[in-house]
């Protein structure tokens, strides 16, 4: 996967959900951009990289429109304005959350805990995510955007505030609420939700909601066939599976370095089952600890080691799911397509309480490394944990 996605150069290249784009940039183009803003959507639907070009679109010096045969005016940025150009830093959003909490996690403990995980790429732009380990949005945070909410704009002609997540601690949404009520007049808050759910009702009643949807698998293919036309169909057929939706995953998808996370996540896969048969008396084939230790003796400590064990675990994800999904007898909807029957014999060897528990180990082993990034996961003791998983 692209580690540093770029934005796309104009509304054009932003693939789907067309009726809601135009009629938010109709209204920033009238003026009428509703300063408490709930963007909703699925994963991968593209929330954040719409944000961003939104706030670009408000921000940019040179204020450019598109103006369609009927009149209407649809705002656009130029991307190489002073305000455009830092605000596109922002674009690789986990890294520098990543590289922010990481830098906090160097401090004594004391000052850990008053420093508030924030991106800032440009004076009049704050960009909120949920904070580590409980990824929740914090009242820090929220005292934070106040605060600066209540400045004029400094370069810029807002100040635009990004809420990355709906989840948030219960005194930071009581907090945000009151400025939601009645924001500035030349602030923008934008919170970006999975779930709308997760926001207190009223919030919900304060903002404006537009919702984006996830693009199905075929829109995908196509536009992997107009984008990435090198890349052969069968190939693009998966890789639109394997994006799950998301038209920028798709277009960046590093369908080699994939396959190779995917090829490790199955030794792991491949372990487990040898080791219920063993325990339940089978004469399959000895666990095969050797190729166990070979591979994970091949992810090392530091950011090249992290982000390896990161793509492994995302691959050991997706066949857990795909698993469930021929489980569920529902196989058509695997995203592995090319994996299928490998899959399929997986499924028939774990037993689900297993894949219940390895998706559980999962979700510890991503806590853990939100709470420390620095640290190495041990990948043995990962797997060990995924064998041992079985006992009846
Ligand atoms: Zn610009």
């Given at each position: 996967?692209?580690?540093?996605?770029?934005?796309?150069?104009?509304?054009?290249?932003?693939?789907?959900?067309?009726?809601?784009?135009?009629s938010?940039?109709?209204?920033?183009?009238?003026?009428?951009?509703?300063?408490?803003?709930?963007?909703?959507?699925?994963?991968?639907?593209g929330?954040?990289?719409?944000?961003?070009?939104?706030?670009?679109?408000v921000?940019?010096?040179?204020q450019p429109?598109?103006?369609?045969?009927?009149?209407?005016?649809?705002?656009?940025?130029?991307?190489?304005?002073?305000?455009?150009?830092?605000?596109?830093?922002?674009?690789?959003?986990?890294?520098?959350?990543?590289?922010?909490?990481?830098?906090?996690?160097?401090?004594?403990?004391?000052?850990?805990?008053?420093t508030?995980?924030?991106?800032?790429?440009?004076?009049?732009?704050?960009?909120?995510p949920?904070?580590?380990?409980?990824?929740?949005?914090?009242?820090?945070?929220v005292?934070?955007?106040?605060?600066?909410?209540?400045?004029?704009?400094?370069?810029?002609?807002?100040?635009?505030?990004?809420?990355?997540?709906?989840?948030?601690?219960?005194?930071?949404?009581?907090?945000?609420?009151?400025?939601?009520?009645?924001?500035?007049?030349?602030?923008?808050?934008?919170?970006?939700?999975?779930?709308?759910?997760?926001?207190?009702?009223?919030?919900?009643?304060r903002?404006?909601?537009?919702?984006?949807g996830?693009?199905?698998?075929e829109e995908?293919?196509?536009?992997?066939a107009?984008?990435?036309?090198?890349?052969p169909?069968?190939?693009?057929?998966?890789?639109?599976?394997?994006?799950?939706?998301?038209?920028?995953?798709?277009l960046?998808?590093?369908?080699?370095?994939y396959?190779?996370?995917?090829?490790?996540?199955?030794?792991?896969?491949?372990?487990?089952?040898?080791?219920?048969?063993?325990?339940?008396?089978?004469?399959?084939?000895?666990?095969?600890?050797?190729?166990?230790?070979?591979?994970?003796?091949?992810?090392?400590?530091?950011?090249?080691?992290?982000?390896?064990?990161?793509?492994?675990?995302?691959?050991?994800?997706?066949?857990?799911?795909?698993?469930?999904?021929?489980?569920?007898?529902?196989?058509?909807?695997?995203?592995?397509?090319d994996?299928?029957?490998?899959?399929?014999?997986?499924?028939?060897?774990?037993?689900?309480r297993?894949?219940?528990?390895a998706?559980?180990?999962?979700?510890?082993?991503?806590?853990?490394?939100?709470?420390?990034?620095?640290?190495?996961?041990?990948?043995?003791?990962?797997?060990?944990?995924?064998?041992?998983?079985?006992?009846p």
């Amino acid at each position: 996967m692209n580690p540093s996605p770029a934005l796309p150069a104009n509304f054009n290249e932003f693939v789907g959900n067309a009726p809601a784009v135009d009629s938010l940039r109709t209204a920033i183009a009238a003026g009428r951009l509703p300063h408490s803003l709930i963007l909703a959507g699925p994963a991968g639907a593209g929330k954040y990289t719409l944000a961003l070009m939104l706030t670009m679109t408000v921000e940019c010096l040179r204020q450019p429109r598109d103006l369609w045969s009927n009149g209407q005016a649809l705002a656009t940025f130029c991307g190489n304005c002073a305000n455009c150009s830092r605000i596109l830093t922002a674009a690789n959003l986990e890294e520098q959350v990543a590289a922010a909490v990481a830098a906090r996690e160097e401090l004594r403990e004391t000052d850990k805990k008053d420093t508030r995980v924030l991106i800032q790429p440009h004076p009049d732009v704050l960009i909120i995510p949920p904070d580590p380990p409980q990824l929740l949005i914090k009242l820090g945070q929220v005292r934070t955007l106040i605060q600066h909410a209540h400045y004029l704009p400094a370069e810029a002609p807002r100040r635009i505030f990004i809420l990355t997540a709906a989840s948030m601690m219960k005194e930071a949404a009581n907090s945000i609420l009151k400025i939601l009520e009645e924001p500035p007049e030349t602030a923008h808050i934008l919170i970006l939700a999975e779930n709308v759910g997760e926001l207190l009702p009223t919030i919900r009643s304060r903002c404006a909601i537009v919702r984006l949807g996830a693009l199905p698998v075929e829109e995908i293919e196509m536009l992997l066939a107009d984008r990435r036309p090198e890349v052969p169909p069968q190939q693009r057929a998966l890789i639109a599976r394997l994006s799950q939706g998301a038209a920028g995953r798709a277009l960046s998808f590093d369908l080699e370095a994939y396959t190779a996370a995917r090829a490790d996540a199955i030794i792991f896969l491949r372990n487990a089952a040898a080791a219920v048969q063993e325990s339940t008396g089978g004469r399959a084939a000895e666990p095969d600890h050797s190729a166990l230790f070979k591979m994970t003796e091949t992810y090392r400590a530091g950011a090249e080691g992290q982000q390896k064990t990161v793509a492994l675990l995302r691959a050991f994800a997706l066949l857990l799911e795909d698993m469930l999904l021929i489980e569920a007898g529902t196989p058509e909807l695997v995203r592995n397509t090319d994996l299928r029957p490998e899959l399929t014999r997986f499924a028939q060897a774990l037993p689900f309480r297993w894949i219940e528990q390895a998706t559980h180990a999962l979700d510890q082993v991503h806590a853990g490394m939100r709470r420390n990034l620095l640290r190495s996961l041990s990948l043995d003791a990962f797997a060990g944990q995924l064998a041992s998983a079985v006992a009846p």
